[in-house]
């Protein structure tokens, strides 16, 4: 079975940029999460969709990130404009029902200069 | 909040050493406790879980038990091996919702 996939792995932008991640989860999983991990820390959830719906978003910095999951399969992460407290690890996760364990994709590292 | 607590590293073990790495918890509601683990250039997966007081997870030697009296869900193991290295991470997710609140990792090193 197909992990969850991420890509970029790596992206160097400057401030003020933009940048989108994409996530493609595990086929027939129904939630999928985005969490960021900064350097030194443990994830944390940026928001929560069950199928296209978003469930939790109460993390998200709405006044820069934004993310869709349109037809309730992959996800699009975006930063606009990104700052540089935002230089992270952007970790998707998905799970087959709201309580069944989560897998997790590779990351993208996000280096913001 | 919800938060965890785990020992700061890294951590440094010859091969066949015990290992312990010490979690903690707060949680508002009655949690579930994991064990997550991210092998250099892989991502996060998870090793052990337990979802009630003094139940015991354990996975490929590693086991944790969850204190409820302590708030504590420490993971052990007895021998570890060089292949064991990788950050760890104790995490908790309240029953009914699954985002999970994640310690800030541990990184262990066994050398051989």
């Known amino acids: 079975e197909a992990g969850v996939a991420q890509s970029p792995r790596y992206k160097i932008i400057e401030k003020r940029q933009s940048v989108a991640f994409w996530c493609n989860p595990i086929s027939g999983h129904a939630t999928l999460y985005w969490y960021q991990q900064i350097l030194g820390q443990g994830p944390k959830l940026l928001i929560q969709f069950q199928n296209n719906g978003v469930v939790d978003d109460s993390q998200l910095p709405k006044d820069r990130f934004s993310a869709e999951r349109l037809k309730g399969v992959d996800s699009t992460l975006k930063i606009q404009p990104a700052k540089l407290e935002d230089s992270a690890v952007y970790l998707c996760a998905s799970s087959f029902r709201l309580d069944n364990e989560q897998f997790f994709g590779p990351g993208t590292r996000l280096t913001v200069l | 909040g919800d938060s965890v607590t785990q020992m700061e590293g890294p951590v440094t073990l010859s091969e066949e050493a015990f290992l312990t790495i010490n979690c903690t918890y707060t949680?508002?509601?009655?949690?579930?406790l994991f064990w997550y683990v991210q092998y250099p250039g892989e991502g996060l997966q998870l090793l052990l879980k337990?979802?009630?007081?003094?139940d015991k997870g354990s996975n490929k030697g590693f086991e944790a038990t969850y204190r409820k009296e302590t708030t504590s869900f420490h993971l052990e193991k007895g021998s570890v091996q060089v292949s064991d290295s990788a950050v760890y991470f104790c995490?908790?997710?309240?029953?009914?919702?699954?985002?999970?609140?994640f310690g800030k990792g541990t990184r262990l090193s066994v050398i051989a």
């Open positions: 337990a979802t009630k007081a003094d």
């Open positions: 949680a508002t509601g009655y949690p579930s």
């Open positions: 995490a908790l997710s309240v029953q009914g919702a699954t985002p999970l609140v």
